[in-house]
């Protein structure tokens, strides 16, 4: 058999998309994944009942149409995506025990016309930001320590991530249902708020949900890792399943190595090939709350007390602002008593994941780093708090605390989904600052642990294999696009 020109280990989203990368440039490349099947946090399996189709980590893609990789690989050709007139929906108890949701309408000026005197200053908030979404991506997609090509976008985006994580969070609005809608988006990232760097990765996802929306593949998460997967081996790539790499020293010897792994492991791993310096700077990477995720087979849509949470793909539930805030303070040392619950809703846009008629309920909550404690009571009572009678609709349930999450795949160091907390230093050097993704002699980190971080976006992956074809190779970047059919 022939050496590899590189090694990829993890097939995660950043690791196909840094596979795909490197065999389009006409490299031999192989791909080391110890599970039995690609995808990492972009899977979908039957967890509960047979026909009933759960994502096993990512159900939400504000990012799958928008990030540069995805839209130079050309993912709308190859995988359906369904896109929801309501990006998110946001229950809140109003007055006389009536529910009134919060709706982030693709469309920003019905968005903003339901937020009645708030409107103009949500539609203020977000417009500068849905106008250059392109570019603010092309800002935060990479490492935020480059040179910006975009100053006026990252000023603008620089003062609202201030202005919406510091202690003015409150003075734009006067009613509750826009800081909270702000607060459900924030709290994507967890850890306390407010918070500049979590509200702006807050921003971020509001100011997608109204230019291409938060879309759905049809499918599961695993259309996204199949369509990747396909590519590579479609340009010579070999996959290994089952095939977990205790030290990248056994591998065979090849010019590039790519890590899409947690960077603690990276640094266990590639421990004999990068310098000792690199390998502490990676084991110190610091790790946020664990996340505790549901599987739900159900008998009928969520019977919602405001209907029209039912046209929304996403739902943030916990409350106002002050609320959730309360939530994420508690979490460290604890189940908060009213925890913040993200809860998707796919069958209602993807009928293909379950029976005719029946439907699936994804959600997950925020829990102590490591911690075992069981959130099943807790995300139900909250759901049912919004929908009463849902509980009589559930036909089966599948669950995982953050240690499993962590068992099923180690990258998600006690159940962090972030691939390391999402705070200021991290957010810039994530985790090393001079050359973000080589840590050693031919060695490279293309994980949601390098930057830009966490999401199914594959940009760790794709700048990552970027400059590894660059600096072992002398390579250009090829090209991505999805050949015409
Ligand atoms: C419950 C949950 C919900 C989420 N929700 C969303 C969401 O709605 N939207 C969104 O955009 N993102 C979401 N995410 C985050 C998203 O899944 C991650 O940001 C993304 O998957 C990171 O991609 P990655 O390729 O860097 O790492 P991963 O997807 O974690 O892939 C790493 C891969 O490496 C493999 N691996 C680890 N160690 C080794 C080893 N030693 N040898 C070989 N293979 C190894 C693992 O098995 C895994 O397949 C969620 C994650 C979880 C867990």
């Not at 407010?194 to 759905?216: D, N, T």
């Not at 005719?356 to 959600?363: I, Q």
């Amino acid at each position: 058999m022939s050496t590899p020109d590189a090694i990829v280990v993890g097939a995660g989203p950043n690791g196909l998309a840094a596979a795909v990368t490197l065999a389009r440039a006409g490299l031999a490349v192989e791909l080391y994944e110890r599970a039995p099947t690609v995808g990492g946090g972009a899977r979908t399996a039957a967890t509960t009942d047979p026909g009933f189709l759960h994502d096993l980590g990512s159900a939400v893609h504000p990012m799958a149409l928008a990030s540069p990789f995805f839209r130079a690989f050309g993912i709308e050709q190859r995988v359906d995506f369904v896109v929801p007139e309501i990006s998110y929906a946001h229950p809140l108890d109003g007055a006389g025990g009536a529910m009134r949701a919060g709706l982030a309408w693709r469309e920003l000026d019905r968005a903003a016309a339901e937020l009645g005197r708030d409107g103009r200053a949500w539609h203020r908030l977000f417009a500068p930001l849905v106008r250059e979404s392109d570019a603010l991506l092309d800002i935060v997609g990479d490492t935020l320590l480059r040179l910006p090509r975009h100053p006026l976008t990252l000023a603008r985006f620089g003062l609202r991530s201030l202005e919406q994580g510091g202690p003015a969070w409150n003075l734009r609005f006067r009613d509750e249902t826009a800081p909270a809608m702000l607060g459900g988006l924030a709290a994507h990232a967890a850890g306390r708020m407010p918070h500049p760097v979590r509200a702006g990765a807050g921003l971020l996802l509001g100011a997608l949900a109204h230019a291409r929306g938060w879309p759905i593949p049809v499918g599961g998460s695993q259309a996204i890792s199949d369509a990747l997967a396909a590519d590579f081996v479609a340009h010579g790539g070999r996959i290994h399943l089952d095939a977990e790499v205790a030290d990248v020293r056994e591998l065979p010897a090849a010019r590039a190595v790519l890590l899409d792994v947690a960077a603690p492991i990276a640094a266990r791993i590639a421990a004999g090939r990068i310098p000792d310096a690199s390998r502490r700077r990676l084991a110190r990477v610091r790790f946020g709350a664990g996340v505790f995720r549901l599987d739900l087979a159900v008998s009928a849509p969520i019977p919602w007390r405001d209907t029209r949470i039912g046209g929304a793909g996403t739902v943030h539930l916990g409350g106002t602002r002050s609320r959730i805030a309360e939530a994420e303070r508690r979490t460290p040392n604890g189940l908060p008593p009213h925890p913040f619950v993200l809860l998707s809703q796919p069958t209602l846009f993807d009928p293909s994941r379950a029976p005719a008629g029946r439907h699936t309920v994804w959600a997950y909550t925020h829990v102590p780093a490591g911690s075992a404690v069981d959130a099943e009571e807790a995300i139900l009572a909250t759901i049912e708090a919004a929908a009463p009678g849902f509980r009589d609709t559930i036909i089966a349930r599948a669950s995982r605390t953050a240690p499993q999450l962590e068992q099923e795949n180690p990258s998600l160091i006690g159940g962090d989904i972030s691939g390391g907390l999402i705070d200021v230093r991290q957010t810039v050097f994530r985790p090393r600052a001079r050359t973000p993704w080589a840590i050693g002699d031919g060695v490279y980190l293309a994980s949601s642990s390098a930057a830009p971080g966490p999401g199914v976006n594959g940009l760790a992956g794709w700048r990552a294999a970027l400059s590894a074809l660059g600096r072992e190779f002398g390579l250009p970047a090829p090209g991505l696009g999805a050949e015409p059919g």
